[in-house]
């Protein structure tokens, strides 16, 4: 793919060795993208455009005994006020909008962060161990349950 007057090179191996022998044999004026899977090279070339929710899409959301008010950064459990961090209602709200259904890494990354998911999953994980650390102090449900190699859902016990 050419750059204007630079070549553009994509690697997509989750060697180090392969990466480096590419790199040792490349011109100083080579671009080069190395990306470790096909969902990383999708994800920085062609960055998935976020829907605008609908209107009614802002809350607030009954969840089981959990209101959530997305607009209002409010979370009750049956009327008692429950603290979270802005990152924390954030996703949260994503979670909790309808319709209720697994929201990938991806999918929740842009929506929280504002950016493009690059596969590491570690400051997704531990936002989510927060905010069900916080959610269990006030009740057994909802739980935000994972789905393995895919992403998180909230699910109500019942």
Known sequence: MEV???TLIVCVSTDAAV???LMRQLDADDVVLLCTDLEEV???LFPAVIAEPPAD??????VGDLLVDPVGYEVTWRD???PLTRLEMRLLG???SPPREVWTYQRLYAAVWGGVYLGDTAILHSAVKRLR???RTVGR???VETVRGVGYRLTVAG
Do not use: D, F, I, Q
């Open 80 to 82: 008692t006020p429950v």
């Open 19 to 21: 990466r480096e022998r």
């Open 42 to 44: 999708r994800a920085l």
């Open 141 to 143: 449900e909802p739980e």
């Open 4 to 6: 204007g007057e630079r």
């Open 133 to 135: 650390s916080k959610l």
């Open 57 to 62: 899409a802002n809350g607030p959301y009954a």
């Open 94 to 96: 994503c979670l909790a």
